[in-house]
T-cell receptor, first 112, second 114 residues
Framework: GNSVTQMEGPVTLSEEAFLTINCTYT??????LFWYVQYPGEGLQLLLK?????DKGSNKGFEATYRKETTSFHLEKGSVQVSDSAVYFC???????????FGKGTKLTVNP | GAGVSQTPSNKVTEKGKYVELRCDPI?????LYWYRQSLGQGPEFLIY????????DSGLPNDRFFAVRPEGSVSTLKIQRTERGDSAVYLC????????????FGPGTRLTVT
């Protein structure tokens, strides 16, 4: 079946630290991959996406590269800010489907 | 413009009762999705509408759950004979159409079954 595994949280970093949140997936065919973010008190919103192997999604200083050989889509940011504190969800859409399959989420707290 | 709205924001009901949860998608969005998020988990897909029809209802857990979208806009998720295990946040999302358009999520309805 289709599933997403992301690193357990919570993750606590100091401002300007480097961030990596690991995400691996299991899927048949060629899924599309996503990172969604939920800021405190707000709804889920798309952060970035990649639709085919070796694509890099990027937004707001965050990046993730679709690695088919390792079935991974790790989220990275070079220098986090306090405003990046949120819950981050890795997700996929299976080939031929419209639904999103989410990981459990990783809570990030950035301290000043 | 207005985003996806969901009502009520909170619903407390007794075990065995019937509940309806409403979703108003972004105007003009033809695709609408329902998800369920339990505490500490990611959202879990329930059903997807394209227009008025349910294009994929593979995520509905059992026949107590039903959803409609009669005019291709507002959708209602209906749960019969609620159980304590149905307690979760129910999320609605909409998108301009199929094929990898971004899904825009509403704030959710928190359902508590006592």
């Amino acid at each position: 079946g289709n599933s997403v595994t992301q690193m357990e949280g919570p993750v606590t970093l100091s401002e300007e630290a480097f961030l990596t949140i690991n995400c691996t997936y299991t899927a048949t065919g060629y899924p599309s991959l996503f990172w969604y973010v939920q800021y405190p008190g707000e709804g889920l919103q798309l952060l970035l996406k990649a639709t085919k192997a070796d694509d890099k999604g990027s937004n707001k200083g965050f990046e993730a590269t679709y690695r088919k050989e390792t079935t991974s889509f790790h989220l990275e940011k070079g220098s986090v800010q306090v405003s990046d504190s949120a819950v981050y969800f890795c997700a996929l859409t299976p080939s031929g489907s419209e639904k999103l399959v989410f990981g459990k989420g990783t809570k990030l707290t950035v301290n000043p | 413009g207005a985003g996806v709205s969901q009502t009520p924001s909170n619903k407390v009901t007794e075990k065995g009762k019937y509940v309806e949860l409403r979703c108003d998608p972004i105007s003009g969005h033809t695709a609408l999705y329902w998800y369920r998020q339990s505490l500490g988990q990611g959202p879990e897909f329930l059903i997807y509408f394209q227009g008025t029809g349910a294009a994929d209802d593979s995520g509905l857990p059992n026949d107590r759950f039903f959803a409609v979208r009669p005019e291709g806009s507002v959708s209602t998720l209906k749960i019969q004979r609620t159980e304590r295990g149905d307690s979760a946040v129910y999320l609605c999302a909409s998108s301009p159409g199929p094929n990898l358009y971004e899904q825009y999520f509403g704030p959710g309805t928190r359902l508590t079954v006592t």
